[in-house]
């Protein structure tokens, strides 16, 4: 089984809030990442990290941002939530040169 | 062109069936395949790499044509469980010893008693 706790699991919330997404994992990874995933829809990268103060943007174009201050802790932040940003947020993280991806449960956020 | 494409199913499968899952890449010089499972509201995990010369873990068999870019998966004597949504993944190196994985939108299975 994976160490990697993803939490809130779910998080319904009003626009304009200031939410925090929290990523932590136990196995000393330094490749991190930001996931996320519509029903029906493929995951896109949305933020990754290959090691402390190490940040990058992925693919898909978004409001939010991410820290790397300690190796196990990844969180993603969005300043003002919007409908828009409703969907399901994914954290991985892999072995330094090695591909195999472990996903926390994910956050299902819902922004009213 | 969408960089990994697969058939969304879903596919209705009687318990005990063979089934195959066909995903196509479109960059040639993509380097790592792999196959994932995701069930209903999870997340998804590794079910098996896949290699050049093809490769087997038990009921599951991967393989990999690069001169057609595409990668097929077969499960054999279905079982319930193995309802779920598969993933294909598509990793590319991005130089540096770095690399980007590409996911596919899935292919959904559903075994039936």
């Known amino acids: 089984e994976a160490d990697i706790y993803q939490t809130p699991r779910y998080l319904v919330i009003g626009t304009g809030k200031k939410i925090t997404l929290e990523c932590s994992q136990t196995m000393g990874h330094d490749k991190m990442y930001w996931y996320q995933q519509d029903p029906g829809m493929e995951l896109h990268l949305i933020h990754y990290?290959?090691?402390?103060?190490?940040?990058e943007k992925g693919d898909l174009s978004s409001e939010s941002t991410v820290s790397r201050i300690r190796t196990e802790h990844f969180p993603l932040t969005l300043e003002s939530a919007r409908p828009s940003h409703t969907s399901q947020y994914l954290c991985a993280s892999s072995e330094d040169r090695n591909e195999k991806l472990f996903f926390g449960s994910g956050t299902q956020l819902s922004v009213l | 062109r969408k960089e990994v494409e697969q058939d969304p199913g879903p596919f209705n499968v009687p318990e005990g069936a063979t089934v195959a899952f066909n995903c196509t890449y479109s960059?040639?010089?993509?380097?790592?395949f792999f196959w994932y499972r995701q069930d209903c509201r999870k997340e998804p995990k590794l079910l098996m790499s896949?290699?050049?010369s093809g490769n087997e873990d038990g009921r599951f068999t991967a393989q990999l044509n690069r001169a057609s870019q595409y990668i097929s998966l077969l499960i054999r004597d279905s079982k319930l469980s193995d309802s779920a949504t598969y993933l294909c993944v598509v990793s590319e190196g991005s130089g540096a010893g770095s690399y980007q994985l590409t996911f596919g939108k899935g292919t959904k299975l559903s075994v039936i008693p």
């Open positions: 896949v290699y050049s």
């Open positions: 960059n040639s010089a993509s380097q790592s």
């Open positions: 990290s290959y090691g402390v103060n190490s940040t």
